[in-house]
């Protein structure tokens, strides 16, 4: 009696159901993670607001080619995610200007912004690349 009394708290999970729990469980946690991500990045953007005269934000994207992935802080997104994370921080900071930049660095050393351009330009090293978010409330 003591064992059917803790399993009929379980409840019956279906085929399709059990198929789907993997893809339900990574959903989770990519939400979970994309949350985390704006959390820390507008905490970082309004501490600088509160105690600095800088009128920008830079979190700069560690790339991970390898995995296709992307992180802040420690907080992994994959690069499809950028759009929706862009949006998000525009939504939070309405009046600022809020922008991905993807910059390469030339043959003369110097940083360039390539994440609107269509075609990877000749004197670029892809190799360099550096990634961040910008807040600007100037």
């Known amino acids: 009696m ?6 009929a ?3 019956p999970i279906d085929k399709e159901s059990m198929q789907s729990l993997k893809k339900v469980s990574e959903d989770i946690e990519k939400k979970r993670q994309f949350e985390s991500l704006i959390k820390y990045i507008y905490n ?9 005269s800088i009128k920008t934000h830079k979190e700069v994207i560690t790339i991970n080619p390898k995995e296709y992935t992307m992180s802040v802080n420690g907080i992994s997104f994959e690069r499809s995610q950028i759009v929706d994370i862009v949006n998000r921080l525009r939504e939070l900071f309405p009046s600022c200007l809020v922008e991905h930049k993807m910059l390469s660095r030339g ?5 360039y912004d390539i994440s609107k351009l269509d075609g990877v330009l000749p004197f670029v090293d892809r ?6 978010f910008l807040i600007d409330w100037s």
């Open 127 to 132: 190799k360099n690349d550096q990634a961040c």
């Open 9 to 11: 708290q379980l409840k």
């Open 44 to 52: 970082k953007a309004v501490t600088k607001a509160s105690t600095s």
């Open 2 to 7: 003591y064992l059917s009394s803790l399993t």
């Open 107 to 111: 043959q003369d050393g110097k940083l």
